[in-house]
């Protein structure tokens, strides 16, 4: 079946750092959303990407859509103690009518003391 | 305010109880999901309706299910079946076109 290879797994960074974090596939999704779940809640919505080659920004958050549907990537920019938590991709495609969702297992981000 | 709600955040079982976790939502979403989450690990997809009075099963259904009456509503059933139900349960819907899901707080469940 589908399966997204998000990496890295956990990123210890410094405050001010950029952080990059990626997800691949080998299928082709529709969309591409970005999420971030901090402890003890549901997961918010970053990003959303309809279409490949998109670059989108959210603030200091940038995401793009892969020009072959079948990566994204996001980035973080001055990272703040705010951005710890987990971050999710997921990718959407559709067959036979049916919509589907395929989640990443999280990248963990901690900022370093 | 427009959303989706999971309650309870919080919620105790005694060991082979069945026990029903509620969503609803506002949003006037087609599709809703049941998602389990365990400590440390990503999303698994137990159920979900596209819509209502239908729904599928997802990675992980054994043990658990549904029912979609209403567009509004899609509540969970954790039945004595399920082997280990402890987990934080989410909720979440989405306009099926655009797949962008939303999500609620999330019930934790514990079974003792």
């Known amino acids: 079946g589908q399966q997204l290879n998000q990496s890295p797994q956990s990123m210890f960074i410094q405050e001010g750092e950029d952080v990059s974090m990626n997800c691949t596939s080998s299928?082709?999704?529709?969309?591409w959303l970005w999420y971030k779940q901090d402890p003890g809640e549901g997961p918010v919505l970053l990003i959303a990407?309809?279409?490949a080659g998109e670059l989108t920004s959210n603030g200091r958050l940038t995401a793009q859509f892969g020009i072959t549907r079948k990566d994204s990537f996001l980035n973080i920019s001055a990272s703040i103690p705010s951005d710890v938590g987990i971050y999710f991709c997921?990718?959407?495609?559709?067959?036979?009518?049916?919509?589907?969702?395929?989640w990443g297992a999280g990248t963990k981000l901690i900022i370093k003391p | 305010d427009g959303g989706i709600t999971q309650s309870p955040k919080y919620l105790f079982r005694k060991e082979g109880q069945n026990v029903t976790l509620s969503c609803e939502q506002n949003?006037?979403?087609?599709?809703m999901y049941w998602y389990r989450q365990d400590p440390g690990q990503g999303l698994r997809l137990i159920y979900y309706?596209?819509?209502?009075?239908?729904?599928q099963k997802g990675d992980i259904a054994e043990g658990y299910s549904v029912s979609r009456e209403k567009k509004e509503s899609f509540p969970l059933t954790v039945t004595s079946a399920q082997k280990n139900p402890t987990a934080f349960y989410l909720c979440?819907?989405?306009?099926?076109?655009?797949?962008?899901?939303?999500f609620g707080q999330g019930t934790r469940l514990t079974v003792v």
């Open positions: 979440a819907s989405s306009i099926v076109a655009t797949g962008e899901a939303f």
């Open positions: 309706s596209q819509i209502v009075n239908d729904f």
């Open positions: 299928s082709i999704f529709n969309t």
């Open positions: 997921a990718g959407q495609f559709n067959m036979d009518s049916n919509y589907q969702l395929i």
């Open positions: 949003l006037n979403h087609d599709a």
């Open positions: 990407l309809y279409k």
